[in-house]
């Protein structure tokens, strides 16, 4: 299970760039986005990269996926979101922090899966 920490300039990027996750990249959302302090998010980007940021995020989500750490940073790559995707990794020492953050941090709005819960098949005769 991986951790994805996005950070953007609105949350209409935001909100693209969990949709391209998750059409594009093929990942599946373990849980609903939830929001984070731009502020703290751009602490933990600086210290994963450990250089500073050009730019400064205005808004900032974090969830988890249900496929692993290296399989996720792989389609990530192949696709090109609208604001700035980073896979936290366990190995940081800033994935428990934001785990933590995560536990009592409020749902981000405007999110909704495009993958259907059920699996059986939609009957589209007409009768």
């Known amino acids: 299970m991986a951790l994805i920490l996005i950070r953007g300039d609105n949350n209409s990027k935001l909100l693209n760039a969990i949709a391209d996750i998750e059409r594009h990249a093929k990942l599946s959302l373990n ?11 751009d602490d933990i980007v600086e210290s994963i990269l450990n250089s500073p940021l050009r730019t400064k995020s205005k808004v900032a989500t974090a969830f988890f996926i249900k496929e692993d750490i290296t399989l996720a940073i792989m389609q990530i790559k192949k696709i090109h979101p609208p604001a700035h995707v980073v896979v936290v990794s366990d190995e940081y020492e800033e994935y428990a922090k934001l785990k933590e953050k995560l536990g009592d941090a409020p749902i981000f709005g405007g999110y909704y899966s495009s993958k259907s819960n059920k699996t059986e098949l939609k009957d589209y005769k007409k009768t």
């Open 31 to 41: 849980n609903k986005p939830q929001k984070i302090d731009s502020n703290f998010a």
